[in-house]
């Protein structure tokens, strides 16, 4: 059994929190800003309710001014669901014919810029919470189990909160998938195979890379002990739970995100496989070496907008070229690192593969095979999506790497 030492920890240096201003009946008021993107406070914002236009509504808010609502609840919905409309009224055939006239590389980054742009905008519809995370608002719902997973405790001295519609409903979205889970088929039989994902960890959606890491073929470990494997960047612990299940007894799980391995620690106990998994914090590699070194990277080289975002975007690969330089260290003698990777930035042109072989040549690591798989998730099928040729030639790989 495999117990994990108290994770390390240090007195952060706290900044205060941002505080957003708006004038209410000629009176300056404040509230705590929350913003899970880390975005500023907006600096224009004027009070709306139920007699405000979705035209006007947007409007403002794409001139960066933030509706602050004291209306219904379930109208700042709408007004949400038709500012959405108006974002996405470029035609269909227009976005196909763009894309058509310009590099992929280009499609993606316009691609990119666009849902920056729409996330800003729909973003400036904000809702009040009282000190306990409750609404203000008539038929509002009661979110404060949801606010609490996402931002801690309610705690009476932080006073009153602002924070967008869009990400509430991020957080009550989250709340479900934590409460329902996510059904994982490579752990076996319903009902114990769910993987509860926490706000801010991707959930396992992308089922071929969890098939690819329960069916390889697992390296032995020297002189007949047991194959000791690495989880580097665990999130909800998913692929430690099938190496567990798949008999591997001693795994270490890394990740830097405290929310990872909140969410890691919770899977693992609700899956019995908790004594088989040490988690540790830490950037990639724990002290060591293992005859299995695990590593899902984001896929694509470019700068996420949000925290959640950094699964799958990543700025200038850094967790991959990271990963590649520190392997060969942590490989126990004939044993084997399993790097699972999307070919999309490939096909998208933000990264080759030549380089990505030279990447494993130039860090002293050499193929033993990759086994491919098709993705099935829904944006590998979606005519309408802006990067649709991409990625409907979309591989996913399972690269077992091995020392010179």
Not at 18 to 26: A, S
Not at 61 to 75: H, I, K, P, S, Y
Not at 95 to 111: G, N
Request: with cysteine; aromatic share 6%; charged share 25%.
């Amino acid at each position: 059994m495999l117990n994990s030492p108290p994770l390390a920890t240090t007195t952060p240096v706290t900044n205060p929190a941002p505080v957003i201003r708006w004038l209410e009946t000629d009176q300056e008021c404040s509230a705590r800003w929350r913003s899970e993107r880390g975005a500023a406070p907006p600096k224009r914002v004027v009070l709306a309710d139920d007699t405000l236009t979705a035209d006007i509504a947007y409007r403002l808010a794409c001139e960066g001014t933030a509706l602050l609502w004291r209306g219904d609840f379930q109208n700042a919905k709408q007004l949400l669901q038709a500012l959405a409309r108006r974002a996405d009224q470029v035609p269909t055939r227009k976005r196909k014919k763009t894309a058509q006239e310009i590099p992929l590389v280009d499609a993606f980054h316009l691609h990119r810029l666009a849902q920056s742009q729409r996330a800003r905008m729909l973003g400036m519809l904000l809702i009040p919470f009282n000190a306990d995370y409750s609404i203000p608002l008539r038929r509002a719902p009661d979110v404060k189990s949801a606010c609490t997973e996402a931002w801690g405790p309610a705690n009476e001295a932080n006073g009153a909160s602002v924070a967008s519609l869009r990400e509430l409903l991020g957080i009550t979205s989250a709340h479900e998938w934590r409460r329902k889970g996510v059904e994982i088929a490579a752990l076996g039989e319903a009902p114990a195979n769910r993987i509860h994902p926490h706000y801010g960890v991707f959930s396992p959606v992308r089922g071929e890379y969890i098939h690819l890491v329960a069916t390889a073929h697992l390296p032995k470990s020297p002189s007949g002990q047991a194959v000791v494997a690495f989880d580097i960047g665990t999130g909800t612990g998913v692929l430690s739970a099938v190496l567990a299940r798949r008999g591997v007894n001693r795994i270490v799980a890394t990740d830097q995100d405290p929310r990872a391995l909140a969410c890691a620690r919770d899977n693992l106990a609700r899956l019995n496989v908790a004594d088989k998994v040490q988690l540790v914090q830490t950037d990639l590699f724990p002290e060591g070496q293992a005859s299995l070194v695990v590593c899902n990277p984001p896929w694509l080289p470019a700068r996420p907008s949000s925290p959640i975002e950094r699964a799958v975007y990543d700025e200038g690969g850094r967790m991959l070229a990271g990963f590649l330089k520190g392997l060969t260290a942590h490989l126990a003698p004939k044993g084997e690192g399993w790097l699972i990777l999307s070919n999309l930035a490939e096909h998208l042109g933000l990264r080759t593969r030549a380089e990505l072989l030279d990447a494993f040549e130039r860090n002293g690591l050499r193929v033993v095979s990759r086994i491919d798989a098709k993705p099935q998730h829904p944006k590998a099928s979606d005519a309408s999506d802006p990067l649709a040729d991409a990625r409907s030639r979309e591989v996913t790989s399972l690269w077992r790497l091995a020392a010179v």
